[in-house]
């Protein structure tokens, strides 16, 4: 099982950066390392997406409408991913979850608002 805890959002310019952080307060060392980890959004009036993706390995993945923008990493001794953003645009505002990849449905945190806006 899992304990996410989204943080780091918050309102800014378009164009401008943020560095969204997800931590893992269950798990051990042993059990996080080898999960795919992923960063999902859901926007006003839009179903959750998955918008990036690292395997155990560090294999990533991201949508369409993020790849050359957005950076995933994690720290496993840590038990954190990160989600950096760059070039944000207003259609990236939503509400940021960290999940496992699949998600476990039962373990969705509150998640960390981002807004883009002049």
């Known amino acids: 099982q899992v304990h996410l805890v989204e943080s780091g959002g918050g309102l800014v310019q378009p164009g401008g950066s943020l560095r969204l952080t997800c931590r893992d307060s269950?798990?051990?060392?042993?059990?996080?390392?080898?999960?795919?980890m992923g960063w999902y959004r859901q926007g006003p009036g839009q179903q959750r997406e998955l918008v990036a993706s690292i395997s155990s390995r560090t294999n990533t993945h991201y949508a369409e409408s993020v790849k050359g923008r957005f950076t995933i990493s994690r720290d496993n001794s840590q038990k954190k991913v990160y989600l950096q953003m760059n070039a944000l645009k207003p259609e990236d505002t939503a509400v940021y979850y960290c999940?496992?990849?699949?998600?476990?449905?039962?373990?969705w945190g509150q998640g960390t608002q981002v807004t883009v806006s002049s």
């Open positions: 999940n496992v990849v699949p998600a476990y449905e039962d373990s």
């Open positions: 269950r798990s051990i060392f042993s059990t996080f390392a080898p999960r795919t």
